[in-house]
């Protein structure tokens, strides 16, 4: 039963095959056995689930109306606010930290009658690519325990690789749902920016955030994409137009089709067996009568360094709210004001997140501001420009998500170059806003998960979807399960 995909679930709920609430526990009953070596989750409420998938089945039997997802297991990052339960980041500034209402995707999560069963755990504040930056635990890939999940959104993958849930949220600033997506061997989607709202979303870099699915399959990130996307007045930046039924297109292949493959995303770095898969996946493509086109993103080659400067000014300033005053961890002692915010921040933040601050603090000050923050938003405008031209001749882009396959927990925890490397081909979505998706294509040699990266224009996800499905139904690598 854990390792159906959530549609399948759905579709056996709905027959009267089986109940809410025994769903919920066979899923509960796996984090209890498998999550001492995962450690996916930081909070798990098991009563309130129960209890929301045994009022469930008390509606369902009295032929109530029920919700798209009525019964289903969902995972929240945890980055989402969750009322009366605490949201952490991941961090001991917020060890202590009960939101008192819920994000919007929460929201809609509870009206679609989803079983919300936990927090997931990540890189403190989303800044990493290992989910070894969180205060409170390291989680490990389901594939291979001595090895990376991937980052920031590490649990929530692999919550949803060892079939712990059947769906998961995560947020992507730089990559954070599509890199451990592909090293956990899931699908994971990064809407649109303004696709989805971040009201209640916990601020990394505000114009790079995006909350998206991790799943099982793109049948189910096109579910969970129905129920989450949409405007929301409350968040500035949300867009106000229709959100498609992506569920009903999704099997409609897409033709014709071009697809435009970047020669910049296969030169130095890029380990051999990625790129073999990535290449075969292509031609699973080209079999059903793809057009493959040659395309350049010459700009590409400086998105990691344009995004270390706007992402870590961003953050700079939204973590400048955590000064031990208002919420969050507070210093027990200390001589006055300044000393007070000093020892606070001090105790609260972890290394990473320091050094970002101190980076987008230098970047923004005076007699630098130009010569970096302002230059890489000129940069960044440069970026989408590439992706425009490309997109102008084809309908998506596809490339590796990442360099490797999960790299092994601590080999590169002293080599921040290195680790930020890891999202040297996702980088470039959020800096343009464009939508993309990582999903299954293959394994190395040694059974680890290999993704591919397919990129589209705004507001695209539909024609993203349906083009992530060709591949899917051609092939079987969404199937594979981890052996725990």
């Not at 927090?119 to 890939?141: P, V």
């Not at 051999?272 to 010459?298: C, F, H, I, N, W």
């Not at 961003?314 to 210093?331: K, T």
Request: with cysteine.
């Amino acid at each position: 039963m854990i390792e159906h995909t959530a549609a399948d679930l759905l579709a056996t709920l709905r027959k009267g095959d089986g109940s809410a609430e025994s769903l919920t526990g066979a899923f509960l009953d796996a984090i209890r056995q498998r999550d001492t070596r995962v450690r996916a989750f930081l909070h798990v409420d098991e009563a309130a689930a129960l209890e929301k998938a045994h009022d469930i089945d008390a509606r369902r039997k009295r032929g109530e109306p029920l919700g798209a997802l009525a019964g289903i297991p969902v995972a929240v990052k945890d980055v989402l606010c969750t009322a009366g339960q605490r949201t952490t980041c991941g961090s001991k500034v917020l060890q202590s930290f009960v939101p008192p209402y819920d994000a919007h995707v929460i929201s809609r999560l509870r009206r679609a009658d989803a079983v919300l069963i936990g927090k997931t755990n990540m890189d403190e504040f989303a800044m990493g690519s290992s989910t070894e930056n969180s205060a409170y635990q390291i989680t490990r890939n389901p594939w291979e325990l001595a090895c990376t999940p991937g980052g920031s959104s590490g649990g929530s993958a692999a919550a949803v690789a060892a079939c712990e849930t059947p769906l998961a949220l995560g947020s992507d600033t730089g990559g954070s749902i599509r890199q451990p997506a592909s090293l956990c061997g899931v699908v994971g989607l990064k809407p649109t920016y303004g696709r989805v709202s971040r009201f209640g979303l916990v601020a990394f870099a505000s114009s790079l955030d995006q909350v998206g699915p991790l799943t099982h399959d793109v049948r189910d990130a096109a579910l969970l994409l129905e129920v989450i996307a949409g405007h929301d007045a409350r968040d500035s930046t949300s867009v106000d137009r229709p959100v498609p039924k992506y569920t009903r297109t999704l099997d409609d292949p897409v033709q014709p089709l071009t697809i435009g493959v970047p020669r910049e995303y296969f030169g130095a770095g890029l380990d051999g067996e990625v790129e073999q898969a990535v290449r075969a996946a292509l031609k699973v493509y080209e079999k059903a009568g793809t057009k493959l086109l040659d395309v350049s993103l010459p700009y590409s080659q400086y998105a990691v360094a344009t995004y270390y400067v706007v992402a870590t000014a961003e953050a700079s300033s939204n973590l400048a709210r955590y000064d031990g005053v208002h919420y969050g961890h507070r210093a027990a002692k200390h001589d006055d004001l300044i000393d007070l915010y000093c020892r606070s921040r001090g105790e609260g933040f972890g290394a990473e997140v320091k050094r970002r601050i101190m980076l987008g603090t230098y970047v923004l000050s005076s007699g630098y501001k130009d010569a970096y923050y302002v230059k890489s938003l000129q940069v960044r405008r440069l970026i989408k420009d590439d992706f425009d031209r490309a997109f102008a001749q084809c309908d998506v882009i596809a490339g590796p998500v990442s360099p490797t396959a999960a790299f092994r927990l601590g080999d590169r925890s002293d080599d921040p170059l290195a680790m930020y490397l890891s999202d040297i081909y996702t980088i470039s979505a959020n800096l343009s806003g464009i939508a993309g998706i990582s999903i299954p294509c293959g394994f190395t040699k040694g059974g680890l998960p290999i993704g591919l990266q397919l990129q589209a224009p705004p507001f695209e996800e539909e024609k993203l979807l349906r083009v992530a499905r060709m591949h899917e139904r051609a092939t079987d690598w969404h199937t594979r399960r981890p052996k725990l």
